[in-house]
């Protein structure tokens, strides 16, 4: 990957397992053997809940086995970048002249692939992430500075966009964190993506005060584990002047901890699952009447499946159809869905799309729930009338007057025991 053009590899599930996960896939279940994904911390407590068996993970345990792995990849990294006659491995990304295809040939030839890019100066200065950083502060903070409103960062490179938010978010903590005599700006700072379709990842872990705007889409994991600000991603006008798109990708606020998530249109699978204390609204509608006679079908849904799976706190508003798998391993935070009954999406519908897993009660909307639907409904209304959709905003005015009747809400049966700890 990095001699692919890669400047830096994550780990998930290897560094898992080096901590003593054996995948067996009942996470959401609260019921981990190794001590992981559970709150369970006794043999005793273990026994009480019916486990067959269970194992104490003890931190410091863990910490030491998650060292000696990455040390030793991080040796094994060493050794092959000696072998290749690099001193630095940063000096191997992008080298994939050094790489041969091995085997396959007769089936497929990766020649192409394996070309080195030439890029010019001014392409370089872009695509480096520092650059990147410099200059989407410099936009943020002289919008800010001026009072002219959001400063526009267009999408004309490809992935470029992607460490917008992120990079932003991270610089303002670290400035934050670091002691420095120039506090992070209060005031909201504003970037918009114009007519794009924004990379994967985009405000990954944002933060206060940003606020990421896209008009267009985008793709994965937008918003994932964000800790405040807010991320919109509405339609946007094509050369003919029709509104399109508005929809994202797998993972939309993915662990999200804080912050306001609103999307427009259609979103696929895995649409905020572990949301941890952050609100968000899927704003896509039902136009017409739902078939469900062959099953629940996440091509015909508005968020594709396993809608806020794992979700342990925080708030969702969803005007359309949430599609099927919902609300598996559910443990805190409350949903709420609305209700179309001319179009046959009543109760039982929603009944028909919760996941096996879903331990999981509908209720009626009270006056504390109406209240917040409300509200996330107007701030919801106030960014499309924003982007210039204003027949789009006042169907979202027509709905707010009847929340109590036509909405409709989802909380998990037993609360989690502590909603600020994470099941997996």
């Known amino acids: 990957m990095l001699l692919l053009g890669a400047n830096r590899c994550g780990f998930g599930t290897l560094a898992m397992v080096a901590a003593g996960c054996t995948i067996c896939r009942a996470c959401q279940t609260d019921t981990c053997h190794v001590g992981i994904a559970t709150q369970i911390e006794t043999v005793e407590e273990a026994i009480r809940k019916g486990l067959k068996r269970f194992v104490p993970r003890g931190y410091e345990t863990a ?20 072998a290749l006659g690099f001193r630095r491995t940063q000096d191997l990304v992008g080298r994939c002249d050094l790489l041969e295809q091995a085997f396959g040939h007769e089936r497929v030839d990766l020649t192409a692939l394996l070309e080195p890019v030439e890029l010019s100066a001014e392409e370089l200065a872009v695509t480096r992430p520092r650059g990147v950083l410099q200059e989407t502060l410099a936009l943020a903070l002289a919008g800010e500075a001026a009072h002219v409103g959001a400063p526009c960062v267009r999408c004309e490179r490809g992935s470029r966009e992607r460490a917008v938010g992120t990079a932003v978010a991270g610089a303002l903590m670290r400035q934050s964190l670091n002691g420095s005599t120039e506090p992070p700006p209060h005031a909201p700072l504003a970037l918009t ?92 509608r039902l136009t017409h009447p739902i078939d469900d006679a062959e099953g629940v079908c996440p091509a015909r849904a508005h968020l594709k499946g396993f ?118």
């Open 63 to 82: 910490v030491a086995q998650l060292c000696r792995f990455f040390e030793g990849l991080g040796e094994e990294v060493r050794q092959l970048t000696a």
């Open 193 to 284: 993506l114009l007519d794009s379709i924004a990379g994967n990842g985009l405000g990954a872990f944002n933060a206060q005060p940003l606020q990421l705007r896209v008009y267009g889409g985008a793709q994965d994991g937008v918003g994932k584990c964000a800790f405040g600000g807010r991320v919109v991603v509405l339609k946007g006008r094509n050369r003919v002047g029709r509104w399109l798109d508005g929809g994202v990708g797998k993972g939309f606020a993915y662990g999200a901890q804080r912050g306001l998530f609103m999307v427009q249109g259609v979103a696929d699978s895995r649409f905020a699952i572990r949301l941890s204390g952050a609100s968000v609204v899927a704003g896509a």
């Open 307 to 424: 809608a806020f799976e794992y979700m342990t706190a925080g708030v969702a508003v969803v005007l359309g159809d949430p599609g099927p798998w919902l609300c598996a391993g559910m443990t805190g935070g409350v949903v709420y869905v609305r209700l179309w009954r001319e179009y046959g999406f009543d109760a039982a519908a929603i009944e028909r799309r919760l996941s096996p897993a879903a331990k999981v009660a509908l209720t009626p909307v009270t006056d504390h729930d109406a209240a917040t639907i409300r509200e996330l409904l107007d701030e919801y209304r106030h960014e499309l009338a924003k982007s210039g959709q204003a027949d789009e905003a006042a169907q979202i005015a027509r709905l707010m007057p009847t929340v109590e009747h036509d909405f409709i809400a989802i909380r998990p049966v037993n609360q989690q025991t502590a909603q600020h700890i994470s099941t997996e």
